[in-house]
């Protein structure tokens, strides 16, 4: 069972990322999936979640309007569209995923992780 997130870069401030995570082991239609970041010094964040279902997701107030969490069953992967990204977005994204329900300030209970990515936003 493996996750595994890509698409981080280096932008400048303003632009657009888009992050993508894969499974492989396990058909993430079945999981609720989640978007951590950690940046130094700072604790892992919970940034936006979606439900297995699609139907109900989340963003932490300082992403909201500019991120939008989505799910391709098909193609098994979870997309994070990233806009008008900031300074502040800058760090180590991570997807996650569990047959329960996930919550943002509980990232210690969910079953699964990717390896994470590396998002850097320059001024």
């Known amino acids: 069972v493996q996750l595994q997130a890509s698409g981080g870069g280096l932008v400048q401030a303003g632009g657009s990322l888009r992050l993508s995570c894969a499974g492989s082991?396990?058909?993430?239609?079945?999981?609720?999936i989640g978007w951590f970041r950690q940046a130094p010094g700072k604790e892992r964040e919970g940034v936006s979640l979606?439900?297995?279902?699609?139907?109900?997701?989340y963003y932490v107030d300082s992403v909201k309007g500019r991120f939008t969490i989505s799910r391709d069953n098909a193609k098994n992967t979870v997309y994070l569209q990233m806009n008008s990204l900031k300074r502040e977005d800058t760090a180590i994204y991570y997807c996650?995923?569990?047959?329960?329900?996930?919550?943002?300030?509980?990232?210690?209970?969910?079953?699964?992780w990717g390896q994470g990515t590396q998002v850097t936003v320059s001024s």
């Open positions: 996650a995923a569990d047959s329960r329900e996930i919550r943002p300030y509980r990232p210690e209970d969910i079953t699964y």
């Open positions: 082991g396990l058909s993430l239609a079945y999981y609720a």
């Open positions: 979606i439900s297995a279902s699609g139907l109900s997701t």
